[in-house]
């Protein structure tokens, strides 16, 4: 007890986002296991609970009592008393009896008040009604309620012992229940008015069942094992009769000729052909035999079935006179048919109605139940998932409770989900709420304010501590991760800097061997400029350049975007360079490419073209970095030592450089300068990353394509947590993340249902290696709700084999496997690592990402 009260009063203020119950898990476990270990079904467990508490409850209130007797709360609650009244072998009885969760029967019936009115009445209670019955033997009781408690629990019974298979089974057909249930019919002091009613009612569907059963013969006609409407045989039958007759046998024109020869079509004019001759034509007038023509061999269409042949039956042999009569005939019994069937229809109709409003006038509408939660469990008899429907009634919306996923729900998801019939999901347990006790979902009030109490203020001082000091505990396991976060930050940019620092003292090193988005061109292609040859293309771009000028520079050696930049820029500064002088030449050049670049940033970004990409300073303009960040980062792009290809452009480096000279360290944070370029350096990984998943993707490899599309997905929510322009679309990649998992299950689905060993395993290993351990990233965000529907697809598919044949090793396999499978918690468990990414220049990164996007716009996946 004291255990529950902690769990709920966190549930109640806890700063966490779900509360972990295995305390309380672990002592209902030890104290709830049978001798033979065996853990109990739901129903029994909840029944033992429910007796506990009582226990728990009645000790403490006699420990308080004085003088008066003393109230145990879930007595108050969840318990209440009905009359057992009847007749065994001729003498009456009639008992007063508690209940708490009161057991319903499913199979058999379509409703809730089905199921009730079955379990208010067990045996044959004719006798009960009679006054003089005394000598009779029959036996029979009917419960009535005296008292109702004001949380009403029906256990639905689901499950039933198979005994032809020797094992328990799930029933799985459809059981209706209304959000709103009328009490009044059960009740004690409606018993002489109830059994009225029941009679009238038993009277109605005596009658039912004779109309049923007329009707059916009208659907339903004939002596074989086929039947049909009856209308529909007359009319079958006036259509053949009225179809014109032909005095040709039908298969006198598709016999098997003799070797050698064929049979001629009917070809001859159109007047010689028996159907020409209208349907009353005289039946003794000779049929004149078909004219023959020479024979042709057509082997494709020697064996069709002579156009003039009827392709429908006919009648050879009736006369006018007949037709007429046989006409009116069926017209008229399909017509009688008709209205017989409607009227059938039409009354049976009328009794359905009589009857669902037998129990709807105010005498019988008094005693209210709203429906409040619903259980529901997924799966067979020997294992399954269980999760619940709440009702929020300050909201007046439902609530989806699947473990720690929390979600807006609704009526149409309950029915579907609840009522049967519909995958193997079905509710278990129905608890209703009486809709005149307001108190048991009013608000709390402070006594002195008058304001609504909520969270920590609805505890008790004790229960208050107690989730105080939890709250402690969680805020400093936050600042111990947060300071493990830091540590290996700092570990990670320690690393970057020391690996890709260019080795060099100079005060005036620049960082473009350190930044690999201001790519040097990979020497493994010949049409980019690489390190090692950076002599001799300088040599050759400076040639081109006072001969041809800088666009004839630039397509000599293919420099990168951020570098054609530069170049161009400085092209732009020539007449101010010339008039007066590097400096000047220096500050125009950069002025120009800078109002570039915020240009490029102002520029809509799309998926197929993001200007992100092409350059870091846009990244930076995007996501508002500070403007001494950008301006060094320009500086020393236009420091940059391959700047190189005549007089002008090394002037222009060398004052680059000493301006990045004068820069005093307190100017820039270089630190925070470092962590603005890792951070595009992330970007650019990510972008990368979700390229390669999406290419994959889209050629069905979906193994390879989900570890990209993980990561990329994680590199990407953790940018976005800093800025919305810092990644891409998060729904897009949460989209095709999704969809990959959802791809993998389906194929490991068919592996497993194939029965062979051999894929049976490796669709198993698909599912532990790869789409399992993915589970917690889908889960652990509440807000994507699609997620966690896919996640509930995905274990609805598997939970489904449940209850199906299949050898034992396979079922042994299943079992142990969907452990894993159903277990929800948000942990993120170890998946593989990401193979060693290819590097790109910035050009081919923005083309083929570019060409990626824009071939989903053309091949949208589900509607997207």
Request: a negative charge; proline letters at 5%; charged letters at 30%.
């Amino acid at each position: 007890m004291r255990e529950l009260r902690q769990l709920f009063a966190l549930m109640v203020s806890s700063k966490r986002k779900y509360v972990d119950p295995s305390r309380a898990v672990e002592i209902l476990k030890d104290t709830f296991k049978s001798n033979d270990l065996q853990q109990q079904d739901v129903s029994e467990f909840t029944h033992k609970l429910l007796d506990w508490l009582e226990d728990a409850f009645q000790v403490k209130t006699e420990e308080e009592r004085d003088g008066e007797k003393p109230k145990n709360p879930m007595v108050e609650l969840f318990y209440g008393r009905f009359l057992a009244v009847g007749m065994h072998e001729g003498k009456k009885f009639e008992n007063s009896e508690m209940f708490g969760q009161y057991p319903l029967q499913v199979n058999g019936f379509k409703d809730l008040h089905e199921c009730l009115e079955a379990a208010m009445v067990e045996g044959e209670i004719e006798s009960l009604q009679a006054e003089n019955s005394a000598n009779s033997a029959k036996s029979g009781q009917e419960h009535w309620f005296t008292a109702l408690p004001p949380v009403l629990t029906f256990e639905l019974s689901r499950f039933e012992f198979n005994q032809a298979l020797g094992r328990p089974e799930k029933i799985h057909h459809k059981l209706e229940f209304p959000s709103v249930l009328y009490m009044d019919r059960y009740m004690d002091k409606n018993r002489e008015i109830t059994r009225i009613k029941r009679e009238e009612i038993r009277r109605l569907k005596d009658h039912l069942t004779v109309l049923q059963q007329r009707l059916e013969r009208y659907l339903s006609y004939g002596s074989g094992p086929k039947r049909f409407p009856l209308a529909d045989v007359l009319q079958y039958a006036l259509e053949f009769a009225s179809s014109k007759p032909v005095c040709t046998s039908p298969v006198d024109d598709v016999e098997t000729a003799p070797p050698g020869t064929t049979t001629a079509p009917q070809t001859t004019a159109r007047q010689e052909s028996p159907m020409e001759q209208g349907p009353l034509a005289p039946t003794e007038a000779p049929c004149t035999p078909p004219l023959q023509r020479p024979v042709v061999h057509k082997p494709f269409t020697q064996s069709r079935v002579p156009p003039e042949i009827p392709m429908h039956p006919a009648p050879r042999h009736i006369t006018e006179d007949e037709l007429r009569v046989l006409e009116g005939c069926l017209h008229r019994w399909r017509m009688e048919v008709e209205n017989d069937t409607r009227d059938l229809q039409e009354s049976i109709a009328r009794l359905h109605r009589t009857i669902d409003l037998m129990y709807t006038d105010k005498t019988m509408m008094q005693v209210p139940y709203r429906l409040h939660a619903v259980l529901v469990h997924e799966g067979q008899a020997n294992a399954g998932h269980y999760w619940a429907y709440i009702h929020d009634h300050h909201h007046e919306r439902w609530m989806k409770y699947n473990d720690i996923a929390v979600t807006k729900s609704s009526w149409e998801e309950l029915e579907r989900d609840s009522f049967g019939g519909y995958r193997n999901a079905s509710a278990y347990c129905l608890m209703y709420i009486n809709d005149t006790e307001r108190y048991l979902i009013e608000e709390e009030f402070d006594k002195e304010t008058g304001q609504i109490l909520t969270g920590m203020n609805t505890l008790p001082c004790d229960l208050k501590e107690y989730v105080r000091d939890d709250n402690r505990r969680f805020e400093k396991e936050l600042q111990e991760w947060d300071a493990q976060q830091e540590k290996k930050a700092q570990q990670e940019k320690m690393e970057i800097h020391t690996t890709q620092r260019e080795p060099t003292g100079a005060s005036t090193s620049v960082q473009g061997k350190e930044l690999e988005y201001l790519e040097q061109p990979s020497a493994k292609d010949p049409s980019k400029v690489c390190e090692g040859d950076t002599a001799r293309t300088v040599s050759k771009a400076a040639t081109e350049y006072e001969d041809r000028g800088p666009e004839a520079a630039l397509q000599a050696v293919m420099l990168t975007p951020t570098m054609q930049g530069i170049i161009m820029a400085i092209s732009k500064a020539r007449n101010v360079y010339d008039r007066h002088g590097p400096e000047a030449g220096f500050f125009k050049a950069f002025t120009a490419e800078y109002s570039r670049l915020v240009r490029l940033a102002q520029e809509d970004t799309t998926l197929e073209n993001d200007n992100r990409l092409k350059h870091v300073v846009v990244y930076f303009l995007h996501n508002e970095a500070p403007k001494k960040i950008i301006e060094r980062t320009l500086l020393e792009q236009f420091a940059d030592r391959n700047l190189n290809f005549d007089e002008r452009c090394r002037s222009v480096m060398k004052i680059a450089r000493a301006k990045l000279e004068l820069i005093k360290p307190k100017e820039v944070n270089m630190e925070e300068y470092e962590k603005w370029h890792h951070e595009y350096r992330m970007f650019r990984e990510m972008t990368v990353c979700v390229m390669i998943g999406l290419e994959l993707f889209q050629k069905k490899s979906y193994n390879e394509a989900l570890m990209y599309l993980i990561h990329a997905y994680q590199y990407n929510k953790e940018l976005l947590s800093k800025g919305i322009y810092r990644g891409h679309d998060e729904e897009l990649m949460s989209h095709y993340r999704r969809e990959c998992l959802l791809k993998l299950n389906e194929h490991a689905a068919a592996l497993f249902e194939s029965g062979d060993d051999q894929e049976v395993e490796e669709g198993l290993t698909t599912m532990n290696e790869l789409v399992v351990p993915c589970l917690p990233l889908l889960l652990v965000d509440e807000m994507e709700e699609k997620d966690i529907v896919a996640v509930e697809d995905m274990r609805n598919r598997w939970c489904s084999y449940l209850g199906q044949e299949m050898e034992p090793n396979l079922q042994e396999k299943l079992t142990d496997f969907l452990p894993k499978l159903l277990d929800c918690s948000t942990e993120i468990k170890a998946f593989r690592e990401l193979p060693k990414l290819p590097s790109f220049s910035t050009h081919e990164l923005c083309e083929r990402f570019a060409r990626v996007m824009a071939s989903l716009s053309r091949t949208p996946a589900d509607g997207r």
